[in-house]
């Protein structure tokens, strides 16, 4: 603490800030899930209808249940995109002499580009006619019969709309990854390597677990940024054909903006935080205790 | 035949060794030449779209439509940019997405500064509780501020206003620029702060003396981090706006799909390179610190 301080002084600095962030977070917080009690479109007046909601959305909402299955597959390719793909090139990184800054930077170039920008570039991928990306390579290397328009493919479009957003941000993890990779002490690495360690063994016994408190952390931001996937698939879907890409956040968004209904809206996103705030607990739960035994 | 042979001739005994010595000499670089191949492939996957992307917006739009999609353009046009500045207000949308990240920005990093020393430097008996409840902004997604938001913007007449996406995105930013601010604020020595109290300074001139000057470097960090969401925010401006004249790059764009869904693809992607252009130079320019930048972000975290 500084000696000369005052209370108004704390209070300064602190105040403006801890406003803002309790107008644009806390608060709104608060209110979804006070909203979540009632019923109401925005225009009449609210209706107190108590768990209501809650109930409807875990017993009578096959929509909910869809998006949510939906969901959960969506954050698993993305998780596989981003943390497998960032493992595999952050560790191929480590062994190249040059290029490596170049690598990185053009490794995180699609970070960089708006999600709708995205959104248009994969929609052309996908496409049939005139024949986008994908189809030609797969005609190319003699998987034509693979051939299809991945969108509006019922078994094909959750996956279709989820490689975009795994696609946009490996660069973004393998970075973190990277850079707890060459942390890693040279004796370390030196002295199993003298002891005839392999690769593999040199990753699993040695590397990983020295970076294992980065890759927690780097789970953790990949889950909840999975979680709240919402871009790519609303603008490239809208969650269609059918309920197929719907996801909690496409749902809840048609739910709150195109059928108006407040409370239902805020029921679904109260889920979503509590979704995530159990995400997390697993994660911290399954990955701190691996590393204790 | 081979199982009797082998040991009956003394001299493989002298042999085996030389291949030993080769396989293990040509094993790291087998493996070295396929892990450059790999990276390669997948280098070629991150970037080709993006290459892709700007020969298309170079197209005529016939090439486009007939031809094979991984060919050169048969011949370039810059027609596509010419139909890309008639359909949309690019100009406006790139101004808007300017003075949208600059006002973010400006909140993010001076009150995660000022939030910082606040609970870091001076203290205070709830600074451990106030810093939990900013980490609750980390965890959360933005989704769910979306309609309380849009309830509360109506009520008091924000709706449709550049504030309307400065608050929550500068809001939902906010933890993260404190954390860094933080994290930075323990390696000040204590002594430099006692000195100048001694010297009689008080909490606010040592903030703007001491404090603020020494952060620079972090402050380049948090607004690079940050400028990337903010330019590109999607979900704040398509609920929030719906002028054109208050339009983002990302609402902009969406202009570009025509009645029943049709889009001139061409011009789309021509717009797209244009708007992506003022990030990406930035990011070519600066990657050294925004590189650091995202990877302390994280690792600190």
Same mark, same amino acid.
């Given at each position: 603490?500084?000696?000369? @301080? +005052?209370?108004?002084?704390? !209070?300064?600095? %602190?105040?403006?800030? *801890?406003? &803002?962030?309790?107008?644009?977070? #806390?608060?709104?917080?608060?209110?979804?899930?006070?909203?979540?009690?009632?019923?109401?479109?925005?225009?009449?007046?609210?209706?107190?209808?108590?768990?209501?909601?809650?109930?409807?959305?875990?017993?009578?909402?096959?929509?909910?249940? @869809? +998006?949510?299955?939906?969901? !959960?597959?969506? %954050?698993?390719?993305? *998780?596989? &995109?981003?943390?497998?793909?960032? #493992?595999?090139?952050?560790?191929?990184?480590?062994?190249?002499?040059?290029?490596?800054?170049?690598?990185?930077?053009?490794?995180?170039?699609?970070?960089?580009?708006?999600?709708?920008?995205?959104?248009?570039?994969?929609?052309?991928?996908?496409?049939?006619?005139?024949?986008? !990306?994908?189809?030609?390579?797969?005609?190319?290397?003699?998987?034509?019969?693979?051939?299809?328009?991945?969108?509006?493919?019922?078994?094909?479009?959750?996956?279709?709309?989820?490689?975009?957003?795994?696609?946009?941000?490996?660069?973004?993890?393998?970075?973190?990854?990277?850079?707890?990779?060459?942390?890693?002490?040279?004796?370390?690495?030196?002295?199993?390597? !003298?002891?005839?360690?392999?690769?593999?063994?040199?990753?699993?016994?040695?590397?990983?677990?020295?970076?294992?408190?980065?890759?927690?952390?780097?789970?953790?931001?990949?889950?909840?940024?999975?979680?709240?996937?919402?871009?790519?698939?609303?603008?490239?879907?809208?969650?269609?054909?059918?309920?197929?890409?719907?996801?909690?956040?496409?749902?809840?968004?048609?739910?709150?903006?195109?059928?108006?209904?407040?409370?239902?809206?805020?029921?679904?996103?109260?889920?979503?935080?509590?979704?995530?705030?159990?995400?997390?607990?697993?994660?911290?739960?399954?990955?701190?205790?691996?590393?204790?035994? | 035949?081979?199982?009797?042979?082998?040991?009956?001739?003394?001299?493989?005994?002298?042999?085996?060794?030389?291949?030993?010595?080769?396989?293990?000499?040509?094993?790291?670089?087998?493996?070295?030449?396929?892990?450059?191949?790999?990276?390669?492939?997948?280098?070629?996957?991150?970037?080709?779209?993006?290459?892709?992307?700007?020969?298309?917006?170079?197209?005529?739009?016939?090439?486009?439509?007939?031809?094979?999609?991984?060919?050169?353009?048969?011949?370039?046009?810059?027609?596509?940019?010419?139909?890309?500045?008639?359909?949309?207000?690019?100009?406006?949308?790139?101004?808007?997405?300017?003075?949208?990240?600059?006002?973010?920005?400006?909140?993010?990093?001076?009150?995660?500064?000022?939030?910082?020393?606040?609970?870091?430097?001076?203290?205070?008996?709830?600074?451990?509780?106030?810093?939990?409840?900013?980490?609750?902004?980390?965890?959360?997604?933005?989704?769910?501020?979306?309609?309380?938001?849009?309830?509360?913007?109506?009520?008091?007449?924000?709706?449709?206003?550049?504030?309307?996406?400065?608050?929550?995105?500068?809001?939902?930013?906010?933890?993260?620029?404190?954390?860094?601010?933080?994290?930075?604020?323990?390696?000040?020595?204590?002594?430099?702060?006692?000195?100048?109290?001694?010297?009689?300074?008080?909490?606010?001139?040592?903030?703007?003396?001491?404090?603020?000057?020494?952060?620079?470097?972090?402050?380049?960090?948090?607004?690079?981090?940050?400028?990337?969401?903010?330019?590109?925010?999607?979900?704040?401006?398509?609920?929030?706006?719906?002028?054109?004249?208050?339009?983002?790059?990302?609402?902009?764009?969406?202009?570009?799909?025509?009645?029943?869904?049709?889009?001139?693809?061409?011009?789309?992607?021509?717009?797209?390179?244009?708007?992506?252009?003022?990030?990406?130079?930035?990011?070519?320019?600066?990657?050294?610190?925004?590189?650091?930048?995202?990877?302390?972000?994280?690792?600190?975290?």
């Amino acid at each position: 603490m500084l000696p000369n @301080r +005052s209370r108004t002084s704390v !209070l300064v600095f %602190l105040l403006p800030p *801890l406003l &803002l962030y309790c107008a644009a977070v #806390l608060f709104p917080i608060l209110q979804s899930l006070f909203l979540s009690f009632f019923s109401w479109n925005g225009i009449s007046d609210m209706e107190f209808v108590g768990l209501d909601n809650y109930v409807r959305m875990l017993t009578a909402d096959d929509i909910f249940w @869809r +998006s949510f299955f939906n969901a !959960l597959l969506y %954050l698993a390719i993305c *998780l596989v &995109l981003q943390l497998g793909g960032a #493992l595999a090139v952050a560790s191929l990184l480590t062994s190249l002499r040059r290029g490596r800054e170049l690598i990185k930077t053009l490794y995180l170039l699609p970070a960089v580009i708006s999600t709708v920008a995205i959104a248009f570039l994969f929609v052309r991928i996908y496409s049939i006619d005139p024949v986008g !990306l994908l189809n030609q390579l797969l005609h190319w290397i003699g998987l034509g019969s693979f051939e299809r328009a991945w969108l509006s493919d019922v078994n094909t479009v959750l996956a279709a709309v989820s490689a975009p957003e795994g696609w946009r941000f490996t660069g973004l993890y393998m970075l973190i990854i990277y850079a707890a990779l060459i942390a890693v002490p040279k004796e370390l690495e030196e002295a199993a390597v !003298l002891d005839g360690a392999s690769k593999w063994t040199l990753f699993t016994k040695i590397r990983f677990p020295y970076i294992r408190p980065v890759w927690i952390t780097t789970t953790i931001m990949a889950t909840t940024y999975g979680l709240r996937g919402f871009d790519i698939p609303y603008l490239m879907t809208n969650g269609g054909p059918g309920q197929s890409s719907e996801l909690l956040t496409t749902y809840m968004y048609k739910t709150a903006f195109t059928s108006t209904d407040f409370g239902y809206a805020s029921t679904i996103s109260v889920f979503i935080v509590i979704e995530c705030l159990v995400a997390v607990g697993l994660i911290l739960f399954m990955l701190k205790r691996k590393a204790d035994s | 035949m081979i199982t009797q042979t082998a040991p009956a001739t003394p001299p493989t005994a002298v042999v085996p060794p030389k291949p030993a010595i080769t396989r293990r000499r040509r094993k790291p670089s087998l493996y070295r030449t396929l892990s450059r191949v790999l990276i390669m492939l997948i280098v070629i996957v991150q970037v080709y779209p993006l290459a892709w992307l700007f020969l298309t917006s170079l197209r005529t739009e016939h090439d486009f439509a007939t031809g094979d999609p991984f060919a050169l353009p048969s011949s370039l046009t810059w027609e596509n940019y010419a139909r890309a500045f008639e359909t949309g207000d690019l100009g406006r949308n790139i101004l808007n997405s300017f003075i949208v990240t600059m006002g973010a920005n400006v909140l993010i990093v001076l009150f995660g500064m000022m939030a910082a020393y606040a609970i870091q430097v001076l203290g205070f008996r709830l600074s451990k509780f106030v810093r939990g409840l900013f980490l609750i902004g980390i965890i959360v997604p933005v989704q769910i501020a979306l309609v309380p938001l849009f309830i509360d913007y109506s009520t008091v007449n924000l709706l449709d206003t550049y504030q309307s996406m400065i608050i929550p995105l500068a809001g939902f930013a906010l933890p993260m620029s404190i954390y860094l601010f933080s994290s930075f604020f323990e390696y000040i020595p204590r002594e430099t702060y006692e000195a100048a109290s001694l010297d009689g300074a008080g909490p606010y001139r040592i903030f703007g003396l001491i404090t603020l000057p020494l952060s620079l470097n972090t402050v380049v960090t948090v607004v690079l981090v940050n400028s990337i969401f903010i330019w590109n925010d999607f979900i704040f401006a398509n609920t929030f706006v719906l002028s054109e004249d208050l339009k983002t790059i990302p609402l902009g764009l969406q202009n570009y799909i025509g009645a029943m869904g049709k889009v001139d693809w061409t011009a789309t992607f021509a717009a797209v390179c244009v708007t992506i252009t003022p990030l990406l130079l930035v990011f070519l320019v600066l990657n050294k610190a925004m590189i650091q930048g995202l990877e302390s972000g994280a690792t600190k975290g």
